[in-house]
């Protein structure tokens, strides 16, 4: 038609729909609008070059020149997170919003030997290819929201006070029986009533009481320094945008009932980032790393761009950190300990429970619950930690009841899928049949059929062909396809679920028998 032209537009892809959209985020008209796409956008965007372009007689074929891709293209950013693991909590929390309808819920899943974030995913969400029906589906309650941490607090209050040395591992406490005149006008209680506790039992019952004595041995600044050395009160410097600071007033401004609120974890706010990145250094023999998201970024040449990435922060010493770890094995592992569906077949688990009420207009309200599940495993050696967490869950609102179930189903197949050890030395057990995204097209999880393959990096191809002449091959990373093609040469029947990208095999590469079914 006169006047009409077609113009070719670009317009950005999300082959795996769901899966991570609090991380990747979406892109608008104007650039990234959430997630990476906006924390990283200067880098991801690239800039905006013409190169002059000429007649071969070297006269100039326009004034302006053209638009040069080689100039515009932006860097390419690798995160962090683990697809397979990632794929794991996004099933989990579908399995916890279906059962306890929360208002909102968050898993995060972090390696705390380096403050990588592996898994990350929220409710509500949203599919980054289309328009969202609420603002609130884009909020990455992980990172952006702020809630009081409550009793995971507890953790870092005993290794202030073992650091300061002001109680001892093996001394007893006595908890009042449950109830406690703290001032005249204020009344302290444990939802599990105790007379004399061990500090590794006071961890385990989560004695308010026995934690309040503690604080008072510490005293209000030294408590205060604990807390903001664990970087709670400040915002974390991840490269997601409207990452929360939380909330710590100073210590000056603290009453005496107060600063008992803060030793347990009230009276303060903080995002489940935060919380996160505080017991990771628990775990991780006292040494904080800042979280991330981002493992490395490489220019359009495949070369790496320089980043700078502080060493870990020391905030309390390796024995007093492995001192509180061991004793946060008895929140699961004890009789008195509140965090007994936190167990994990095979392996020891360093956890807290959290069970903290929520506050409203009139004060606390006996309705509204913030429940969690914070642990670390194997207990001993932590190759992650995991922080289930639910705002206003109906049926329930114990940590134990709510989010340490979470925490166990997920925990044991993560423990598989990086090969860890069980506490006895033996290996753990063979992973599940290779897990491919079901055919069913309104698959809101996992991985999208043919489409979900990923681009090349720049300056790198992907991996060439195999030429296998006996053994099992690995297939993990390969389109359906490919692995069937692969088994064949290997002269192996290969039977698989779904389609998709292969993310985990039941048997290990290695000598496999002609003929052999795997």
């Known amino acids: 038609l006169p006047g009409v032209s077609l113009e070719p537009a670009s317009e950005r892809i999300y082959p795996r729909g769901l899966l991570a959209a609090h991380v990747l985020g979406r892109v608008g008209g104007q650039g990234g609008t959430a997630g990476v796409e906006l924390g990283m956008d200067e880098a991801l965007r690239g800039r905006d070059a013409l190169s002059p372009a000429y007649f071969a007689a070297g006269k100039k074929l326009l004034v302006d020149g053209v638009p040069d891709p080689g100039v515009a293209r932006g860097d390419t950013v690798m995160l962090t997170i683990d697809s397979a693991i990632q794929a794991m909590v996004e099933e989990e929390i579908n399995t916890l919003v279906q059962h306890w309808n929360p208002a909102g819920a968050s898993i995060i899943v972090l390696d705390p030997s380096n403050g990588e974030i592996l898994a990350l995913a929220n409710r509500p969400t949203f599919d980054p290819n289309h328009p969202v029906a609420h603002a609130d589906q884009t909020t990455n309650l992980a990172v952006q929201a702020a809630y009081e941490p409550g009793s995971t607090l507890k953790a870092i209050t005993v290794a202030a006070a073992l650091e300061q040395g002001v109680i001892r591992e093996h001394e007893t406490l006595y908890c009042e029986k449950g109830r406690w005149q703290y001032t005249p006008r204020n009344v302290i209680h444990d939802a599990h009533p105790a007379e004399w506790l061990t500090i590794a039992e006071i961890l385990a019952a989560s004695s308010n009481i026995c934690t309040t004595k503690i604080a008072d041995r510490l005293g209000k600044a030294t408590l205060h320094r604990f807390v903001e050395k664990f970087h709670f009160g400040e915002r974390p410097d991840i490269e997601l945008p409207g990452a929360t600071p939380g909330l710590l007033a100073p210590p000056e401004k603290w009453s005496d009932i107060q600063a008992a609120n803060i030793s347990f974890g009230q009276g303060m706010s903080a995002s489940p980032l935060q919380v996160t990145s505080a017991f990771a250094a628990i775990a991780n023999e006292g040494l904080y790393h800042k979280p991330t998201i981002v493992r490395a970024v490489v220019d359009a040449d495949g070369e790496p761009v320089a980043r700078t990435r502080p060493p870990g922060e020391r905030v309390v010493r390796a024995s007093t950190a492995r001192t509180v770890l061991r004793m946060l094995e008895n929140v699961v592992h004890s009789k008195l300990g509140t965090g007994k569906n936190a167990t994990v077949e095979g392996y020891r688990v360093a956890g807290k429970t959290s069970t903290a009420q929520k506050s409203g207009k009139k004060g606390y309200d006996d309705s509204q619950w913030y429940s969690s599940f914070l642990g670390a495993l194997p207990a001993r050696a932590p190759r992650v930690v995991i922080m289930v967490s639910v705002d206003s869950p109906e049926g329930a609102h114990y940590g134990n009841d709510v989010a340490a179930p979470s925490f166990s189903r ?92 292969a993310v985990l095999q039941d048997r290990q590469p290695g000598p496999a028998e002609s003929g052999s079914v795997v």
């Not at 992907?462 to 692995?483: E, N």
């Open 410 to 501: 997920l925990a044991g197949p993560i423990m598989v899928h990086l090969g860890v050890p069980r506490d006895d030395g033996t290996a753990p057990p063979p992973p599940r049949p290779v897990t491919l995204a079901s055919d069913d097209p309104k698959l809101e999880l996992g991985f999208i059929p043919e489409l979900d393959v990923e681009p090349d990096l720049p300056g790198h191809r992907h991996r060439p062909a195999v030429t296998v002449t006996t053994g099992l091959p690995d297939f993990t990373g390969l389109t359906l396809a490919q692995a069937l093609d692969l088994a064949h040469d290997a002269k192996l029947e290969l039977r698989a679920t779904g389609t998709g990208i």
